[in-house]
């Protein structure tokens, strides 16, 4: 499914070379009003009394609720978003609408990264600016989940300026803490840390440099300690 004006959609479709013939497109604007209507009564019962029904009409006119509705009420699987929107504009929907799941408190952002005709996870880039012990954990342990749905090995690595010890800090201490509870949450995963990237990734490196680690120079999974770390990191990969 695409969403936006049907016209334009195909105009540019045709200019790129690609086929449509397989493809849905919604326009939100021409929307069949008994589907429209139904959609509003949906949001308006999933905000639970936050949200009047006038201004529920307003918000599906933005694309990206429109879309989080389509997906929150089954009539897509999942939603592709922000190429033109900020992070917030295309996460805030998701977390009004259809939130986390149970036993997950906070949402992170992940981002795969393709290299060397191999894939790998980065997390979080885009959310959670400064996550303590316990939310860093969270992020590893969800992020290998993610991994698993997009047939990434779920090797993960929880990143620091540190490798087992090499340097001592509060923010050192932070990841070693978030890579036990990690480890006791998720036990089925290859989790480890704190490493460093090199490390991580490059299997020479991590002999000399973490011998004993099962996740040092195979990781496919990178936890980055910090928003401005993993941001950072992410953009390096990307260019």
Not at 211 to 222: L, T, Y
Request: aromatic share 8%; hydrophobic share 40%.
């Amino acid at each position: 499914i695409i969403l936006g004006n049907r016209e334009v959609i195909l105009s540019s479709a045709q200019d790129l070379g690609f086929l449509m013939d397989k493809v849905e497109i919604i326009d939100p604007e021409t929307y069949p009003e008994d589907k429209k209507e139904a959609m509003v009564d949906a949001l308006v019962e999933r905000r639970k009394g936050k949200l009047a029904k006038e201004d529920a009409y307003e918000w599906i006119k933005n694309v990206n609720y429109f879309g989080t509705m389509l997906t929150y009420m089954g009539d897509a699987d999942a939603m592709v978003s922000g190429a033109i929107h900020s992070t917030g504009d295309t996460v805030r929907p998701a977390l009004q609408i259809i939130k986390t799941k149970p036993g997950v408190s906070r949402t992170s952002g992940a981002f795969i990264i393709f290299k060397r005709h191999e894939s790998y996870l980065f997390s979080d880039c885009a959310i959670n600016i400064n996550p303590n012990s316990q939310e860093l954990a969270e992020i590893a342990v969800e992020s290998a989940k993610t991994a698993e749905l997009f047939d990434i090995d779920p090797i993960v690595s929880l990143l620091s300026f540190s490798t087992k010890g090499s340097a001592k800090s509060d923010e050192v201490d932070k990841v070693v803490e978030a890579t036990r509870i990690a480890q006791e949450l998720a036990p089925e995963y290859q989790i480890d840390g704190e490493l460093q990237f090199d490390a991580s990734f490059v299997p020479t490196v991590a002999q000399l440099k973490a011998p004993e680690s099962n996740v040092a120079g195979n990781a496919r999974v990178f936890i980055f300690p910090d928003l401005q770390s993993g941001n950072i990191g992410y953009k390096i990969a990307q260019r």
